[in-house]
């Protein structure tokens, strides 16, 4: 039991559910996968409106957001999908994150993740909700958002400094991997044990595993690990694609 999550969780329903027209909560991610970290996993939501949402929704959703000033708001992240456009991959959904609300489509891969485990935390599964995602469709996502957007990332070295980006592209690359191979999604804690089933620099994979984990952190300056990242991320995605 993580009691400062729960308490965050129970808060923000109660914050949010009055402020708008609410159908369901779900969670994704860590905290239905059964990898959460407290303190060090992100809170990822999903908020579905009975109807699309309104100028006035926007400054709500906003409000509920910003008045949250409990231990670990900060990583609480929800995207707000009306139920008339759930089948929508493409259209863009008010969404709260990095302490910013702005729009943006919610991903093949987050869909297949809340029909195979979501958490619910209001209203009806996801299952009742939820079109399905296809294999082809998910294929086809994966396919794209690591041509399209982590091998043009793994060409710019500054942003490679940092721990996100080094985090997050590792263990998206072994991911993504698995599901272009087996058809499947994995956790985080997979991802590690499949980077090195793929190769990647040890000391790299010591230290995600150092700030998700608790583990022994490896001394390994940020600028070495920014290029080995990001030569192993370039080379894994090209044997992902070919």
């Known amino acids: 039991m993580h009691a400062a999550t729960e308490r965050l969780l129970r808060h923000f329903l109660e914050s949010i559910e009055p402020a708008v027209p609410l159908v369901a909560l779900w969670a994704h991610g860590s905290l239905a996968a059964g990898d959460y970290q407290e303190g060090r996993s992100d809170l990822d939501l999903i908020?579905?409106?009975?109807?699309?949402?309104?100028?006035?929704?926007?400054?709500?959703?906003?409000?509920?957001?910003?008045?949250?000033?409990?231990?670990l708001a900060e990583r609480l992240h929800c995207s707000y999908m009306s139920r008339q456009e759930l089948d929508d991959h493409a259209a863009e959904h008010i969404t709260w994150a990095h302490n910013q609300i702005f729009r943006r489509p919610v991903s093949a891969v987050t869909r297949r993740e809340l029909h195979a485990g979501a958490r619910v935390l209001y209203g009806p599964p996801p299952a009742g909700l939820l079109p399905p995602v296809s294999d082809d469709e998910l294929t086809r996502f994966v396919r794209t958002d690591l041509r399209d957007f982590w091998l043009v990332k793994a060409q710019e070295r500054r942003r490679w400094l940092q721990d996100v980006w080094v985090d997050l592209g590792m263990v998206t690359v072994a991911r993504a991997t698995v599901t272009l191979r087996d058809g499947r999604l994995i956790s985080k804690l997979e991802a590690l044990d499949v980077l090195a089933e793929l190769g990647a620099p040890e000391p790299v994979v010591a230290d995600i595993r150092a700030r998700r984990y608790g583990t022994p952190a490896p001394v390994l300056s940020r600028f070495r690990r920014g290029r080995l990242a990001r030569a192993f991320v370039r080379s894994a995605i090209r044997r992902a694609l070919a």
Request: charged share 30%.
């Open 47 to 71: 908020a579905v409106l009975d109807s699309p949402a309104t100028m006035g929704d926007w400054r709500r959703i906003k409000a509920v957001h910003r008045r949250l000033r409990l231990p």
